[in-house]
């Protein structure tokens, strides 16, 4: 996966083998938004950042915007919404 650029970045926390996770990428690049992918296996120290984030809940992806909402296991039209 790619970062697109596109307006400020979207941190998108993690795993590669994960379908969620995989349709979270997919969707963003299909808007060209900015993002911030964290690899939580291959980075798996960020795990405390995704945890801080969504409230201890170890689920991903955990997709946090730059105004600071938290959206965990979004479905693409969660993730289609976001401006």
């Known amino acids: 996966?790619?970062?697109?650029?596109?307006?400020?970045?979207?941190?998108?926390y993690g795993r590669s083998d994960c379908p969620d996770t995989q349709l979270a990428l997919r969707v963003l690049d299909d808007m060209k938004r900015a993002y911030e992918w964290i690899d939580l296996d291959q980075d798996p120290g960020r795990w405390a950042e995704a945890l801080a984030a969504n409230g201890n809940?170890?689920?991903v992806p955990t997709v946090v915007l730059p105004g600071g909402s938290v959206f965990i296991e979004p479905d693409e039209e969660t993730l289609r919404s976001v401006r």
Not at 1 to 12: D, L
């Open 57 to 59: 809940v170890r689920k």
């Open 1 to 12: 996966m790619t970062t697109q650029t596109y307006q400020s970045p979207i941190r998108v």
